[in-house]
């Protein structure tokens, strides 16, 4: 199970549900160990039926490499991280995404690709390798209800991380695809203004901030509007980010 190809790394990070059981026959075909795909139909408290699909790796010899690779035992949802080793990044987030991720429009029309997972290795590994695709910079932080990340993306970000990672040919959930291809057609109102980029204060930026005898000398100096230089020197002197050294 080489995971620099993209099929197996995909693989790796993708969890389904039981409409999904044709992707689960893929994995069989890929997966050169024996293999069992099962259904089961239950009453539930929440529907009068329920299908459930299970793909059941019967080899030890596979189950041994899995968790060499990195894939732990039992429940997953805080503890799942990354492959061990190299892996096909575009493909494993894919994976991930298809799982527990969300790609679509916004109540407002605004495309957007969307992650909620526990595991912290797994936000900060889509936030790190996002950053590198589209220089969009996420602050991870876990909700105070549920106790998850919730990593969003929107608008060119979206467009952009969606079309990257569902390439033509690669696989994936069938209507995640076609909600991925969906956002390609979307264009920013010419009215709609775009968030400047976040700014990186460096030690030395801060010192020439407080040195400048007005916000407006530091602005010109460091080459940003008055505002952000504003805000910035308030949470200096204020005590909210430390004095540079």
Known sequence: MDLTVPEYAYMFGVEISARDIELLRRFQKLTPYYSRITERTRSTNFAETHTSVVWSLCSLEARTELSELGLPYG????????????FSGRDYLRGVIDADGSVGFTSQGFPF???????????AYTSCYVRVITGAERTLKRNARDDIYNIL?????????????????CLSLERKQTAADSLVPWVRPADMERRPPRIHWTP???????AAPTIAHAAVELGYSTSPCQQRRWKLLHGVVPLPG
């Open 75 to 86: 429940r997953k949802s805080k503890t799942i991280s990354p492959p061990l080793g190299e």
């Open 113 to 123: 690709v969307s992650l909620t997972t526990k595991s912290t290795a797994i936000a």
């Open 153 to 169: 993306y929107t608008k060119e970000n979206a467009q952009q991380l969606a079309a990257h990672l569902y390439y033509p040919g």
């Open 204 to 210: 030395e930026m801060d010192r020439i901030l407080l």
